[in-house]
């Protein structure tokens, strides 16, 4: 904006001080620049005309002035004329000052009155919003700004020059004390509150695509059978500019556990039920749904993962729940999934074996596999392309002891993963499936959501149950968390960053929705980060896989050392079954002799002729009858003395 002052030579009386000057008529939105310089003594009078009313012959000293009012100078001795035209911007002049000298008034005079002061009621707590800013219209703030840009540039950068802090430096100044990285700014303590009287969980955040100035955020109660009495279910979009309200209000049938934004239509949101159903909305239509799920045909727990797939259309989509299943959607037919696949790792299909689904992961660049999160703790990798359904599951990798509530790939090396769950963060490559990687160590908290930086290979963020956000630098320190910050008093919930890295959304457990900006050192690529980054993971993997086969070799030695005593006890059985086999044969074969030799004997007593007797009347005869008796008696006794001695 410029302006343009053409200046009138005056000549003023002698009586004056002899000097000449300019004098410029501007309007009120201009400022008066009056340049003032001696020359030699003249005589004039000055003359005010109206607009046009003069006479050039009459006054041929006379030129119009900026403001379109003309002054004439009258004939004289020595008369001179002399014109200038200056051009400048407006903030060159400097800043108009409007001040104005005048003496203090009174307005109002109001005396102490003590009867009012037995009518004073205290109040305690005492809330006031203090985000709220004046209401003005909207020329108004247009002129202000116009006019102050004007004066001051208010976009002038006053350290362009100054150079960027390297690497070094960083590490350098953490040591002297400095730290690696300023503070984090908070841009709003809470830019969203759940409005609701009974307070919910804010159990999911999406941010906008085009430009991420507006924020979804997923409301609900996830205890389950013990939601309070007249719960709201709606979920809101909130508007960045305005946290005060929400803009849309989006309403379901069931509290929504998951919400997620159409990367190709900002106006479609894909929600997951707490009834199992999926619900889609247009917010050009309203806040009602416009697309809902049929409930024979949807999950039959909560839906806790929902994710939209990069497709030519734009409207394909894929759940998750813990009732076992993944389900593929496409909201053009919404009302009974396309595909359908069953988390059971035994490859049977069957539906009760199935581990519960919490968390989802896909890769646009690798569009035929995904993975997910179970319940028990166990990461599911699979393939959608495979040609049988036993085949879609690939492998599994198996770490935590309990939920997996956060699963995301690395933005920049797709083969390593994070994982959240129990009171531990652990990073995996695809290459080592026996154990993780790198893991931070265990918490006192339950951690309950990660992510990684959408900008920064080595730097992620987690979520506790204390209320803290930790932001991890592999590059700077592995050990422990490079800043540690307490965000609330309640637990968090579910965390969710910016596309540009500069803005970290946490939900807590009473639904306040916190905005935080971190420092540009955490949200700018550094030097050569990429190639640290991957070498730490290569290197983390190749001493993973040593560690592996180290195992490996130490369990194929312990199996060996059990089959060899084994084989010991095994020979000892032997041993001992073969002694008393011959025991047992060699008794056998003594009974089998001493039969033997019975039968023989009684044949033989059968066979021998009995004496006769002799009946003799006298002593004599008496006599011999009782020899026979005693030797028909002999045979027998020497019989069983030869058994006895057989059997000693």
Not at 125 to 153: F, L, R, W, Y
Not at 448 to 466: C, H, I, L
Request: charged share 25%; aromatic share 8%.
């Amino acid at each position: 904006m410029t302006t343009s002052a053409v200046y009138k030579l005056v000549n003023f009386p002698p009586d004056k001080g002899g000097e000449k000057g300019f004098a410029s008529h501007q309007p009120d939105h201009c400022h008066v620049l009056q340049v003032v310089f001696r020359t030699a003594r003249v005589s004039a009078r000055l003359g005010l005309l109206g607009n046009g009313d003069f006479d050039k012959e009459s006054f041929p000293h006379t030129v119009m002035c900026a403001g379109g009012t003309f002054a004439a100078a009258a004939a004289a001795a020595v008369t001179m004329e002399i014109v200038y035209v200056y051009v400048k911007k407006r903030s060159e002049f400097g800043k108009q000052c409007n001040f104005s000298d005048r003496q203090a008034e009174l307005n109002i005079d109001i005396s102490p009155n003590p009867e009012l002061a037995a009518l004073y009621v205290e109040r305690n707590p005492v809330d006031t919003g203090i985000q709220c800013s004046a209401s003005m219209s909207e020329h108004e703030i247009m002129e202000h700004c116009i006019k102050q840009n004007n004066a001051i540039d208010i976009y002038e950068e006053y350290f362009d020059d100054e150079e960027a802090v390297e690497e070094s430096d960083r590490h350098r100044w953490f040591f002297l004390g400095g730290g690696p990285y300023p503070p984090i700014l908070c841009l709003a303590c809470s830019p969203s509150r759940d409005p609701q009287e009974i307070k919910r969980t804010a159990t999911h955040l999406s941010w906008h695509p085009d430009g991420n100035k507006k924020l979804a955020v997923a409301y609900s109660c996830l205890n389950f059978q013990r939601a309070p009495m007249g719960m709201s279910y709606d979920s809101y979009v909130w508007d960045l500019e305005n946290p005060n309200r929400p803009e849309i209000a989006l309403k379901p049938s069931s509290p929504l556990v998951t919400l997620e934004y159409n990367p190709k239509d900002s106006h479609v949101l894909l929600g997951g039920c707490y009834n199992g159903q999926i619900a889609c909305w247009d917010t050009r239509k309203g806040s009602l749904v416009a697309e809902l799920s049929t409930i024979e045909f949807s999950h039959r727990d909560p839906v806790y993962g929902t994710i939209w797939l990069q497709s030519k259309t734009g409207t394909e989509c894929f759940s998750a729940s813990t009732d076992g299943q993944v389900m593929w959607w496409d909201i053009r037919k919404i009302s009974e999934p396309t595909e359908v696949v069953i988390m059971d790792i035994s490859r049977k299909e069957q539906l009760e074996n199935a581990l519960g689904a919490i968390s989802l992961e896909f890769e646009s660049t690798l569009p035929t596999k995904f993975m997910v999160g179970t319940e028990q703790g166990i990461v599911i990798s699979c393939n959608r392309k495979a040609k049988t359904s036993a085949e879609k599951i690939v492998c599994t990798f198996s770490g935590h002891h309990g939920p997996i509530y956060a699963l995301q790939r690395n933005p920049f090396y797709p083969k390593n993963f994070l994982t959240v769950g129990d009171w531990t963060a652990r990073i995996w490559s695809e290459d080592s499936r026996e154990s993780s990687i790198m893991w931070t160590r265990y918490h006192m908290a339950y951690l309950s959501d990660g992510a990684w930086s959408p900008v920064r290979p080595a730097v992620f963020f987690t979520t506790k149950m204390d209320g803290t956000l930790d932001i991890w630098d592999l590059v700077f320190k592995q050990c422990d968390p490079a800043l540690s910050l307490k965000v609330c008093d309640e637990a968090l919930f579910c965390l969710r960053v910016q596309d540009t890295g500069c803005l970290i959304a946490c939900g807590s457990q009473l639904g306040t929705t916190t905005l935080l900006e971190v420092s540009s050192s955490l949200s700018t690529l550094q030097r050569n980060e990429k190639n640290i980054a991957s070498s730490i993971f290569e290197r983390e993997t190749r001493r993973e896989k040593i560690l592996e086969a180290r195992h490996r070799e130490m369990r194929l030695k312990e199996k060996g050392k059990a089959e060899g005593k084994d084989d010991e006890q095994k020979d000892e059985e032997m041993a001992l079954n073969l002694e008393e086999l011959v025991v047992k044969a060699e008794e056998e074969f003594f009974d089998v002799i001493f039969s033997e030799l019975r039968r023989k004997e009684v044949e033989a007593l059968k066979k021998k002729p009995k004496p006769k007797k002799q009946s003799v009347e006298t002593e004599g005869g008496e006599e011999l009858l009782e020899e026979n008796v005693e030797e028909e008696e002999a045979p027998e006794e020497a019989g069983e003395e030869r058994e006895e001695e057989v059997s000693t």
